[in-house]
Nanobody, 121 residues
Framework: QVQLVESGGGLVQPGGSLRLSCAAS????????MGWYRQAPGKQRELVAA???????NYADSVKGRFTISRDNAKNTVYLQMNGLKPEDTAVYYC???????????????WGQGTQVTVSS
């Protein structure tokens, strides 16, 4: 069974940094796109950043220049380095990946359980 497990959330002061990690495990044949979404209270879930199998990336305008997404294909892991954090970055951050499991060979999106990021003084 495929699962995504996130880590690295927490409480940080404005201007601080956090690094989120998300590791995919299970019977995985391949992973294409990986990304991070976030959902603040009362708001819709939104894309923060995505990274594709070839290494190209995509960022929400609100995080460009502050957040960096990267991946380690050997470890099936995606990272989100967040610098210059602002109170408006406070949200639950979810990992997402397009995974083709060995069992079905049918690619679909998988989600992590979410990790809370709180930016406050």
């Amino acid at each position: 069974q495929v699962q995504l497990v996130e880590s690295g959330g927490g409480l940080v002061q404005p201007g601080g940094s956090l690094r989120l990690s998300c590791a995919a495990s299970g019977s995985i044949f391949s992973i294409s796109a990986m990304g991070w979404y976030r959902q603040a209270p009362g708001k819709q879930r939104e894309l923060v950043a995505a990274i594709f199998s070839g290494g190209s990336t995509n960022y929400a305008d609100s995080v460009k220049g502050r957040f960096t997404i990267s991946r380690d294909n050997a470890k099936n892991t995606v990272y989100l380095q967040m610098n210059g954090l602002k109170p408006e970055d406070t949200a639950v951050y979810y990992c997402n990946a397009d995974i083709r499991p060995i069992t079905t060979m049918a690619s679909r999106k998988y989600w992590g359980q979410g990790t809370q990021v709180t930016v406050s003084s």
